[in-house]
């Protein structure tokens, strides 16, 4: 334990001027990233890793999985380190400094990505010249991905590049913030907007338009129905709380006025299923709803009326798995075997579809993440990187 703490305090303030680099590269999901990219991919390099990107189509957005293997031609088994790179947006004006230069008091950082998830990525970028060091006998992989807080764009395009490498993987950690407890599941997560065309008119007359708020508001009903059949379903398992898939409706925006009928109206809704057949279940019923009952309707009245469902994300759920060589392997890290689930998507259900044993632990608690005056506690730093030593020293032959 002493030597431990001895390495931790020698790398903790490269942690934190890592961290706070990280910080001030402004990579909002949608936006570049290449900048960090570039940034993290130099000092893996430096360190001898074998680094490869895979580029969205805009090329502003970049995964990097980088690769140390002490030297050796290990090509199989290794353990994957994961953090995506992107942050959501901060209000600047409410934040008490600049959302973009990472403040330090009272034992914490403060900054946006501070706790989801830069501090992690920073955990690891400080560790990896003695996982370089060492003599590992697994390679050590670290993946940063773009574009998580937006369904998971950056890590499938990773996958499929991974795919074709052909390589093997023993484990995965996704370090999101959950104070460094093992997460074994979490729900999907998937995100819509359907847009609703009608015909303008004047109220007086409703008849000869379409009022487009009127059917949102049906197919809104619809939605609330399924809500209900969710609850109904038989599940497999009840980790979850509430232990069923979930639906909600979080906007609804349409029309100008009392008396105009509207010929617009969108809506925003959600689905958390905790089985994909559940997400499947509401997509079909709700899209032969819109088609069969209220489409035909609108379009004898106005046939260029047109209902349009846009699908923001699907992010895959993340199922536990009695066994998990990942959850056991980080539970052994930590000495904590309390285990968890959570109501918040991360890309660990997309590693887990590829085949690799995946477990969430990361430094932070989710109360900080997304908020005003985001924060981690060095505590919390600390405890990732005893983590991460752990790993190195059972990693070494
Ligand atoms: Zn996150």
Same mark, same amino acid.
């Given at each position: ?5 001895k390495?931790?305090? $020698? ?15 402004p ?10 990219? $570039? ?12 680094s490869?990107k895979t ?5 502003q ?22 953090? #995506?790179?992107?942050?959501v947006? *901060?209000?600047?004006?409410? !934040?008490s ?12 950082i403060y ?11 920073? @955990?690891?970028?400080?560790m990896?010249?003695?996982?370089a060091? /060492? ?5 050590? #992989? ?5 574009d998580?807080e937006?369904a @998971?764009?950056?890590a499938?395009v ?12 023993? *484990?995965?950690i996704?370090?999101e913030p959950t /104070? ?23 109220a007086?007359?409703p008849?000869?338009?379409?009022? &487009?708020?009127?059917y ?7 939605l ?15 980790v979850? /709380? ?19 009928? *509207?010929d617009?109206?969108t809506?925003? !809704? ?8 559940d ?30 469902k ?14 998990? $060589? &990942? ?5 052994n890290l ?13 890309e ?9 044993s995946?477990?969430v @632990?990361g ?5 900080? &993440? #997304? ?19 752990d ?7």
């Amino acid at each position: 334990m002493s030597t431990q703490n001895k390495v931790i305090d $020698e790398i903790f303030p490269n942690t934190l001027k890592i961290l706070s680099d990280l910080i001030k590269f402004p990579t909002i999901s949608g936006a570049s990233n290449l900048k960090l990219i $570039e940034y993290c991919e130099k000092r893996l390099n430096k360190l001898g890793a074998t680094s490869f990107k895979t580029i969205n189509e805009s090329t502003q957005q970049a995964n990097l999985f980088s690769t140390l293997n002490g030297g050796k031609k290990l090509n199989g088994d290794g353990i994957i380190l994961s953090g #995506h790179t992107d942050v959501v947006p *901060a209000a600047t004006k409410e !934040w008490s400094s600049d959302p973009y230069i990472a403040r330090e008091k009272d034992n914490k950082i403060y900054g946006r990505g501070s706790c989801d998830m830069k501090g992690f990525i920073a @955990c690891t970028l400080a560790m990896a010249p003695l996982f370089a060091s /060492s003599n590992l006998k697994k390679p050590i #992989h670290f993946s940063y991905t773009y574009d998580e807080e937006t369904a @998971c764009l950056g890590a499938p395009v990773m996958l499929d590049d991974l795919k074709k490498r052909k390589i093997n993987f023993s *484990a995965c950690i996704i370090g999101e913030p959950t /104070s460094m407890k093992a997460i074994t599941a979490h729900k999907g997560y998937n995100e819509y907007i359907t847009e609703f065309t009608g015909l303008s008119g004047h109220a007086s007359d409703p008849e000869h338009g379409v009022s &487009a708020v009127e059917y949102a508001i049906r197919y809104s009903n619809k939605l609330m129905e399924l809500r209900d059949e969710l609850k109904k379903r038989k599940q497999k398992k009840n980790v979850f /709380s509430p232990p069923y898939s979930t639906l909600q409706i979080g906007k609804i925006n349409g029309g100008i006025g009392t008396n105009v009928i *509207a010929d617009k109206c969108t809506l925003d !809704w959600e689905a958390r299923p905790i089985a994909q057949e559940d997400g499947e279940f509401i997509n079909k019923n709700i899209d032969s709803y819109a088609e069969k009952t209220l489409l035909p309707e609108m379009r004898k009245i106005y046939p260029k009326s047109n209902i349009k469902k846009i699908t923001v994300g699907e992010v895959v759920g993340f199922d536990e798995k009695a066994g998990s $060589e &990942a959850v056991d392997l980080v539970c052994n890290l930590t000495g904590d075997n309390s285990k968890d689930v959570v109501s918040f998507g991360t890309e660990a259900g997309l590693f887990q579809e590829f085949g690799i044993s995946t477990v969430v @632990c990361g430094p932070g608690s989710i109360e900080q &993440a #997304h908020t005003v005056d985001e924060y981690i506690t060095f505590d919390q730093l600390k405890l990732c990187l005893k983590m991460l030593i752990d790993l190195k020293e059972r990693l070494k032959n």
